[in-house]
């Protein structure tokens, strides 16, 4: 009993420290009450950040600056397009609210399909947000179609990588690589539309294994396109691989796309040469066919790909869809699985390459 009495200082000692710990750490963690001046300036710097935030905010949903305004009492007016749903737009100014640490203190919705939102920081509502269904106005949307090109000797994590973006990104497998054969297989089974990459003689450079020339003969055209298209059996289209010179060449076209025409492929003109008559040709002989609006990573740099991609978009607005072609690498894989979800948000429909083919002449890409 003696032995047992001697440890309660020590039991003792121990709870007071732990007690005056925890005291000390509640206490520093108190936020000292602010005085009138300190809460205006709080309130002054939410009400400025929410206000010049808001704008790029909108335009992430393809709400587009002109479209947000700020009525000479301070209310914030946004125009809320008519392919657009208000409460969209209001879980995005909620978002937005909550990264700024302030509070969405009401949202009302009126008989006119007008929502009043008023926002602030703890202390009280320092905003007004009003947003106007408008009938009549439209986001700049469109339809964009996706290439990933040069597929056949990359990695095995790679390929899975490319594999997981969305189902409408179409992949292209060049022949003749020495991963062909797998990769091909691979791609075959991920949902996504695969196409063959078929080389083709450019002016300068080396187009690999299996490539179509020019001083080629039209039975040994037939039998190189119909080799390569063996290499990705489940192929429902074609785009070149260089060819700046063989695309110029009508002859040449009319043989390779006498092979697609009779299997029921489509044809992607990759337009490495300005002077490329694929397309025509393709048109002219009833083949489906498309032409490529941007190449999206001629620059590897995340900066240049992501500017490519928002002109890619613009030009989809424009004339109602456009394609880009892009190569099978580590930053490009990246760069899509971050942009792709961010244009679909702005109103743009990614959709298979095999929905923008014709057999009719559409506007020229850039």
């Known amino acids: 009993m003696k032995g047992k009495l001697k440890l309660w200082p020590i039991v003792l000692g121990a709870f007071s420290l732990g007690v005056l710990v925890g005291f000390l750490a509640s206490k520093g963690s108190e936020e000292p009450e602010r005085t009138p001046s300190e809460k205006l300036e709080k309130e002054g710097d939410f009400s400025s950040s929410f206000m010049e935030r ?3 905010r909108m335009e992430e949903l393809g709400i587009r600056r002109e479209l947000v305004s700020e009525t000479d009492e301070g209310v914030a007016v946004v125009k809320v397009a008519d392919d657009l749903s208000p409460l969209v737009v209001n ?3 909620t978002r937005l609210v ?9 949202a009302v919705e009126y008989e006119d399909g007008r929502v009043r939102m008023d926002v602030g920081t703890s202390e009280g ?20 179609a996706i290439i990933v090109d040069d597929f056949g000797y990359q990695d095995d994590e790679l390929v899975r990588g490319f594999c997981e973006l969305p189902r409408e990104v179409a992949l292209s497998v060049l022949p003749f690589r020495k991963r062909t054969a797998r990769i091909a297989e691979e791609l075959c089974k991920s949902g996504h539309e695969v196409l063959l990459h078929l080389p083709m003689e450019p002016y300068k450079a080396n187009p690999g294994k299996g490539a179509i020339y020019v001083r080629m003969s039209d039975e040994e055209i037939e039998r190189k396109v119909k080799e390569a298209l063996s290499q990705v ?3 429902v289209g074609v785009d070149n691989h260089m060819g700046s010179k063989a695309t110029e060449d009508r002859r040449v076209m009319r043989v390779i796309l006498k092979v697609l025409r009779r299997r029921g492929l489509f044809f992607v003109d990759s337009r490495t040469s300005a002077r ?3 397309y025509e040709v393709a048109l002219e002989m009833g083949v489906r066919a498309a032409e490529r ?5 001629v620059v590897e740099k995340r900066e240049a790909i992501v500017r490519t991609l928002r002109e890619l978009a613009d030009a989809a607005a424009e004339k109602g869809a456009a394609v880009g072609i892009c190569h099978a690498k580590p930053l490009t894989l990246k760069v899509l699985k971050e942009e792709l979800p961010r ?5 743009f429909s990614l959709v298979p390459v095999s929905q923008v083919v014709s057999t009719v002449r559409v506007a020229r890409g850039l």
């Not at 909550?98 to 009401?106: A, I, S």
């Not at 905003?127 to 469109?142: C, E, F, Q």
């Not at 609006?293 to 990573?297: A, I, P, R, V």
């Not at 244009?343 to 109103?347: H, I, V």
Request: proline content about 10%.
């Open 233 to 235: 059996p489940c192929a």
């Open 98 to 106: 909550k990264e700024l640490g302030g509070k969405v203190f009401r």
């Open 91 to 93: 879980l995005e100014i």
């Open 343 to 347: 244009l679909e948000k702005m109103g």
């Open 293 to 297: 609006t941007k190449f999206l990573d």
């Open 54 to 56: 808001l704008p790029a």
């Open 276 to 278: 490329s008559v694929g």
């Open 125 to 144: 509502p320092t905003d007004v947000v009003l947003l106007l269904p408008s009938p009549g106005v439209h986001r700049r949307t469109g339809k964009i």
